[in-house]
């Protein structure tokens, strides 16, 4: 019979671990989401820099070019970025403007129907 209380004890502990794990690991994930266009925004600029580097220094056109192409398409991928959570923002903005509008329409009938009654 103890050895089922110290068996389930040890259990809830590890599933403890775990959801504890789980937490950390989406804590990290949003933070990343959060800053992901300044850390796309900040690879296309060290891109386009190698890239610079390799035409005149070290004198690689291959290099150069592909180090271009990346830088291109990160600069390409922050854009899309940006400009997508600005749309989100304003959809976002928009319903809580919808909401407020909904709760004071009610509000404002309940004061006529509060009026009508007494």
């Known amino acids: 019979m103890a050895e089922k209380d110290l068996s389930s004890s040890s259990n809830s502990t590890t599933d403890t671990a775990k959801l504890e794990g789980v937490i950390v690991l989406l804590t990290l994930l949003i933070k990343i989401g959060k800053y992901l266009p300044w850390i796309v925004l900040a690879f296309a600029a060290i891109n386009m820099t190698l890239a610079v580097f390799f035409f005149t220094w070290w004198n690689s056109m291959a290099w150069g070019i ?30 809580r403007k919808d909401a407020n509008r909904e709760t004071a329409d009610i509000s404002e009938e309940r004061k006529v129907r509060a009026g009508e009654v007494g």
């Open 66 to 95: 592909f180090n271009l192409v990346l830088a291109f398409a990160g600069f390409l991928f922050f854009a899309q970025l940006v400009r997508r959570r600005k749309i989100h923002r304003e959809n976002y903005r928009y319903t």
